[in-house]
């Protein structure tokens, strides 16, 4: 089994609104994976079709199996964030770790508690009684102590502070990941994923508009700091996107070979979010 | 097995409130009430003296103290009354489950989807089948067990509170009823009726986790409101029909089929509407094994497996609906 998600085809109506239209991708084994999408463009759809949540039409397969008719099978594996602060209310810190220590065979109780300890969060502290943060923390906890095959994170860091943010991406990366895991990641806050992440799917209006691993979005986009004097040569060669920082233009190009490029002017990669921003141009429009 | 396991456990933390602390409160209410009346009347010496007092045409003929009159034979037949009938005074407690059952029941798949932490539960290796019936066990069997704990209890204390004040009154009855064997096994008649019990709920229980498990909103008012329609329907066209000489038989469908997805919860329900008949000994108390004896026969009469089937195919439904139910 070399793919953690493959699909074909797949597409998900609601009512009249087609949320995703078709799509094909496959996410191999041990990658991290950035689904980056503006609002409403399927990300949270896809995945919730991949973790069995929803029908869909087309095929999907998960760890090998259909998440639709094997869904109990395939969460023996996977474990997922759909959603942040939604732990139910009544919930002690305590008895969160003993549920979740009791029903999970691939729980380590101990991870769990050092996760916790680095937190503000007690014992015997109910989930009605924590601050939005706080209750991502004991999610975050609970779920990195899982030692799952596929984890799906859909925003898994709304509500938290820049230095557990920080913290988390890191511990991710570090205590979590390993060559037999595979880690989904949708966020809007793409610049503090970009250097974790191992590949790269953009999603817009329920298509994939660039699905590449992050070795080859570097090869295939250049940014040039391009002086005045050679805007209309860089122009002829097409640029994706192009703004302007202090007097100098910026273009962004895609599959242009770097030596043609660097005699434009100064070449080097462009950042995940610039790379977006160009590639959903129009979105709202 | 295990996995069951911590799932009545979560159901105990999250509704401890109403599985433990709502009975609990409903008894110690009233030992407190019979407690108080006793102390009265043991302090104020209202027990002692002349007890029994026997008057016609409102002139007093006849005066004696219970010591006198109740001696050797009627002690004994007293002591056991005493112990077979006791668990009649936790009635009361009995009362608070069905209204607890009923909105569990009706909560149990709805309220996590409207806090959205169905997907955390659902992040969890739990199949939809296991979740509800664990939300199934507790409302029938967890819950009236915890019920019959509490009640018994209270029974027991109220009884030797009673024995304080007939004690009073100069009659021992604590020997004979301690050592009376059914004192003892009355809370187990009850426990050995939960079977039957589970059987007769079914229906309701059914019913209401199939609404819980479907609706987007107002789980209370589909609960109620469709049965409730459905009766007023029936009956006008029974009335309709009737211009025609013919009929549907509208009260009928209501009292079998209305009153069983909507009534269920209440222990004993099968008791109701004369259906099994109340046993001769249990009319006048709660002989507990008598009850217990006319509970089982009443698995006897078909509509209980019909009933109950009825149940089991909503049950049905409502795994099946959850399966693909997230938020809202």
Same mark, same amino acid.
């Given at each position: 089994m070399n793919a953690a998600i493959s699909a074909r085809n797949l597409s998900k109506k609601y009512g009249k609104q087609?949320?995703?239209?078709?799509i094909d991708f496959e996410i191999p084994a041990g990658r991290i994976v950035g689904l980056i999408g503006p609002n409403g463009s399927g990300k949270t759809t896809t995945l919730k079709a991949a973790l069995g949540l929803i029908p869909f039409d087309g095929e999907l397969r998960v760890m090998g199996l259909d998440p639709r008719t094997q869904r109990d099978a395939l969460m023996q594996d996977v474990c997922f964030i759909?959603?942040?602060?939604?732990?139910?209310?009544?919930?002690k810190v305590r008895d969160a770790i003993d549920f979740v220590a009791g029903i999970h065979?691939?729980?380590?109780r101990t991870r769990a508690e050092r996760y916790i300890a680095n937190?503000?969060?007690?014992?015997?502290?109910k989930v009605k009684q924590m601050s939005k943060g706080m209750i991502v923390q004991l999610h975050l906890a609970l779920v990195m102590a899982i030692d799952a095959k596929l984890l799906v994170l859909d925003e898994?860091?709304?509500?938290?502070?820049i230095l557990y943010r920080k913290q988390f991406y890191q511990n991710l990366l570090e205590d979590y990941f390993d060559e037999n895991k595979t880690i989904v990641i949708t966020t809007h806050q793409v610049e503090e994923v970009e250097h974790i992440l191992t590949d790269l799917m953009f999603i817009r209006d329920g298509k994939i508009v660039l699905a590449a691993s992050m070795d080859e979005v570097g090869e295939r986009y250049v940014e040039v700091m391009v002086p005045a004097d050679k805007v209309n040569a860089a122009n002829a060669l097409q640029p994706i996107d192009q703004r302007t920082v202090f007097g100098k233009s910026v273009m962004l190009f895609d599959g242009v070979s770097r030596a043609q490029l660097s005699a434009l002017g100064e070449t080097r990669n462009p950042s995940v979010a610039d790379l977006f921003v160009a590639t959903m141009k129009g979105t709202y429009a | 097995m295990n996995t069951m396991k911590w799932l009545l456990r979560r159901e105990f933390w999250e509704h401890k409130g109403g599985f433990v602390w709502a009975p609990l409160i409903a008894a110690a209410i009233m030992v407190v009430l019979v407690a108080g009346v006793v102390g009265y009347g043991v302090g104020a010496d209202k027990?002692?003296?002349?007890s029994v007092t026997v008057r016609v045409n409102g002139e007093e003929v006849h005066r004696t103290q219970m010591s006198v009159l109740a001696t050797g034979h009627t002690r004994t037949e007293m002591a056991n009354v005493a112990a077979n009938n006791?668990?009649?005074?936790g009635a009361p407690i009995f009362i608070v489950l069905p209204v607890v059952a009923f909105f569990y029941c009706l909560a149990a798949l709805y309220d996590d989807r409207r806090d959205r932490s169905i997907l955390f539960w659902k992040? #969890?290796?739990?199949s939809d089948t296991t979740t509800v019936l664990s939300k199934l066990l507790t409302a029938l069997v967890l819950a009236p067990a915890i019920t019959i704990g509490i009640a018994s209890a209270a029974a027991f204390v109220i009884l030797l509170l009673a024995g304080i004040a007939v004690s009073a009154q100069g009659v021992n009855l604590f020997a004979p009823v301690l050592s009376n064997i059914n004192l003892y096994l009355s809370p187990v008649y009850l426990l050995a009726m939960i079977p039957v019990y589970v059987l007769w709920a079914l229906p309701t229980a059914g019913w209401l986790l199939l609404v819980s498990s479907w609706a987007k909103s107002k789980v209370f008012l589909w609960a109620v409101g469709v049965p409730l329609i459905v009766a007023v329907l029936l009956k006008w066209l029974d009335y309709m029909l009737a211009l025609y000489g013919?009929?549907?038989?509208a009260d009928w469908i209501i009292n079998n089929v209305l009153e069983t997805m909507l009534?269920? #919860?209440?222990?004993?329900?099968?008791f109701m509407d004369g259906g099994t008949a109340l046993p001769v000994r249990a009319?006048?108390?709660?002989?507990m094994l008598s009850l217990l004896g006319a509970s089982w026969g009443s698995?006897?009469?078909p509509e209980a497996w019909v009933g109950a089937a009825g149940g089991v195919a909503m049950i049905v439904a409502a795994i099946r609906l959850r399966r693909w139910r997230d938020e809202g």
């Open positions: 087609t949320a995703i239209d078709g759909a959603d942040v602060a939604i732990l139910p209310r009544w919930l065979p691939r729980f380590d937190t503000r969060l007690k014992p015997e502290m898994p860091t709304l509500g938290l502070d | 027990f002692q003296g002349d006791y668990m009649a005074v992040s #969890l290796p739990i013919t009929t549907i038989n009534l269920g #919860l209440v222990p004993g329900a099968w009319q006048y108390g709660a002989d698995l006897a009469r």
